[in-house]
């Protein structure tokens, strides 16, 4: 598979928490080349993967379909549309960016900002309440199309920069879509140490509901949450974060089993793929936090994706991760037991 090819196109979908049908869609048409039976449940894209046998533990693979995005709350007299957040967005990044409005149709607006000129002194960062998007167009007008509960998501391209990062929206977890269907790619025909079921959730970024919905009807053994962490950036904490292109980060966690962990180090070390730790002292605010106390509990990782800029319309990634991630869940799937 073109890695680049698929992510792009994963990121060009729409897809924002609560409303996740065009993508979902997408990802499910993908799934399909690998899981026959792939269907959309609760807004969730399920499919099970190869033979599966009694004999053998039951394994989630598990990545996010949403991206964080805003809602339509109410349109103002003067035709302003207002707001509020869908996940945790970077208020600071807001003022002027382009967004698609998406009601009967899509419409194209910007988020409104005040010029600094008419500004005095430092601007302080508008809360979403404040928040409002300008399309144009007049109240009467935008009734006609839009109302309230519309979902609005950031309108920008992908796009490559040097080397083999690129940018993107929905890189978060977009990215760990493609890292997923890499590794299905790379076990096509291959016998498999689980019964491998691959999940694409809905609604993480509005607290992993999708994820609990698909963690008691699966019911796995194992799951790993494939999802995307801190790569490092000027001003951050170096010890906090992973670096771009250095490989996967897998986690350890009080709250992980540290076996799988330990399990998924071993099988890199083997593969000589490159890696990274993420040692969190907590939950992990991903997905892994619902797979871990599902009715009885499950044996559950994290795999993350180094990324800059996260929950903003200009995330940033090295598609060597996506890829080197693939290979890691491939070689840890795929391994005799």
Known sequence: MNIKETLFALCSADGASGSESPAAQLALDLLREYCPDAEIVSGNVIGRFGEHTEDKPSLVLDAHIDQVGMIVTHITD??????????????????????????????????CSVPPHLLSGS????????????????RSELEEIIAPGDPIT???????????????RALDDRSGVAAI????????????????T????????????????????????YAIAVDVSFAYAIGEKENK?????????????????????QELIACASAGDIPYQTEVMEGLTSTNADRYSVNREGAKVCTVSIPLKNMHTPVEVIDLADVELTGELLAAFIGREV
Do not use: W, Y
């Open 181 to 196: 269907l890499c590794a299905l790619e790379l076990l096509r025909d291959k016998e498999t140490a689980f019964n491998v």
């Open 198 to 221: 691959v999940i694409f959730s809905a609604q993480e970024e509005l607290g992993e509901r999708g994820a609990k919905i698909g963690a008691f009807a699966v019911d796995p053994d």
């Open 241 to 261: 974060c992973g670096r771009l292109g250095k490989g996967p980060m897998i986690g350890i966690s009080p709250c992980l089993d540290r076996e799988l962990s």
């Open 154 to 168: 950031f309108d920008v391209p992908c796009r490559e920069l040097l080397g083999s990062r690129v940018t993107a």
């Open 78 to 111: 003067e035709g302003f549309i207002k707001v509020s957040n869908l996940g945790g967005l970077d208020l600071r990044l807001l003022p002027a960016q382009p967004v698609a409005v998406h009601g009967k149709r899509d419409i194209k607006g910007v988020v």
């Open 123 to 138: 601007a302080e960062v508008l809360p979403i309440s404040d928040t409002a998007v300008d399309t144009g167009m007049s």
